[in-house]
């Protein structure tokens, strides 16, 4: 798949807010006023910045708004309506707990709750292709909870569970790539496509194009393979197993904590990159790759 | 609405005959006109006359080359468009509600003054059905020519999806597959009509009809006539190497 800055940028972003704002609902950290505002301005920052890179890329932005009618179907437009809700709940408790020092437990708790729905409707918009078989799996959705978990405790300063959370991580990551790949060889043939495997060895003689055109740019994408090992390595390194051990393994400080983030945000890029450039769609296989 | 209707009253869509496709390319041309000039947002091209040109599409046709162990290759052509599934997971997956399917004759259709142009549908297809036009930023889909099929200002001729009404080879079959005593239906039924990519669970209301099986010739083509030459071919044969 091609590997759009906005679905990256947006994946990456919301998932960070979210995951933060699940802490926060939590009272982890148990803040108020002016380093409440702090946190919380983060988590809208964050959120809100990968909600709106996220329709850079439609076509026809002036129909977004009924994007968020489908909520009955489809996964997208419950992303859309879970974040709105999720992001309008915290403001309820963000306010109290900046300007009067409550501490919002129970309304805090059902913002997590909702906070977490959000990015499993992240998720599910992959997950549920089964156009795609490397994402067509269970450890996509565990995969985006746990970098959200891990990447909201890094920021909320919880640095011991965060470095649980970015090793539990570590080992989702290279557990989903293992599965990706099989999902991935499992796919099938050309033959197997277009039905005409009882004829034979199938091969594309002449494809229906000679330009590029959507279909091709946008889900034949093949990224340069020679690289796609070593990024994998980088990415589980940087995401997971970097942090993870700056967190458990060091005294806990603020230099050591931004590093760890540091590295897991470069970590997460990588890693998101290479899940939309890795992920094969099956009509690759009409356009004999 | 997204929901897909529990059941259709009809199935319209095409049989598309693989053993009687020449890959002229006619059905490609003929869509790409009757649909840039009717129903929806044109079908753009980009830089036309440039040196990077492209464009949009609902039907492309692959070619395709089969060949079994110890046998000469063959090709087969192969049209691809919308296949109208019963099961159509790019409408599902729309947030907007802009893909639908119709209850009444199961054509898959986007209302074009809903779509976000997420491209979300496109990526839920098996077959590269979906184009996201790169002009009108809408997403853009066979209509089974919806502003031809029930025209009462056509000629009843007429009355059938351009792919169907200009191909030169008549590989290309028109009618409700949802009916089993109609002629499409009896042709799948007597040629073997299979999916595309049935494992996905999409069911596919378009139906492709297998190429025909082939003669075997007795001897390799290209086999000698004679190694050893006797009789004239013998005697031309020394003449022949002694000038």
Known sequence: MHPAPSVIIFTTLSGLGFGLFFWLGLGVPDVQGGSAFAFFFIAYVLSCAGLLASTFHLGNKKNAIYALSQWRTSWLSREGVAAIVTLFLFALIAVPRIFLGAEMVISGVIGSVLALITVVTTSMIYTQLKTIPRWNQPLTPVLFLLHALGGGALLAGEVKIAGWLLLALTLALFAAWRVGDRRALARGTTGDATGLAHLGAVRMLESGHTARNYVVDEMVYRVGRKHAEKLRWIALALAGALPAAILLLTPPGHITAFVALALHLLGVVIGRWLFFAEAEHVVGLYHGA | MTALPDKTDKKLGLVIDLDTCVGCHGCVTACKGWNTQHYGAP????????????????????????????????????????????????????????????????????????????????????????????????????????????????????????????????????????????????????????????????????????????????????????????GFLGWLDKALEKL
């Open chain 2, 43 to 230: 079908l753009s091209d980009t830089d036309p006359y440039g040196a990077d040109p492209g464009g949009t599409f609902l039907n492309r046709v692959f070619s395709y080359e089969a060949q079994a162990e110890g046998r000469p290759a063959q090709t087969i052509h192969m049209p691809r468009s919308c296949l109208h599934c019963d099961d159509a997971p790019c409408v599902t997956v729309c947030p907007t509600g802009a893909s639908y399917k119709r209850a009444e004759d199961g054509i898959v259709l986007v209302n074009e003054d809903r779509c976000i142009g997420c491209g979300l549908c496109a990526w839920a297809c098996p077959y590269g059905a979906r184009e996201l036009d790169r002009e009108a930023g809408i997403m853009k889909k066979c209509t089974l020519c919806v502003d031809r099929i029930y025209n009462e200002n056509l000629p009843e001729e007429d009355r059938v999806p351009a792919c169907v009404r200009t191909c030169p080879a008549g590989a290309r079959h028109f009618g409700d597959l949802g009916d089993p005593d109609s002629d499409v239906s009896k042709l799948v039924a007597k040629r073997g009509g299979y999916d595309l990519m049935p494992d996905l669970g999409t069911k596919p209301v378009n139906k492709y009809l297998p190429p025909r099986p082939k003669d075997t010739l007795d001897t390799a083509p290209l086999t000698a006539v004679a190694d050893e030459p006797k």
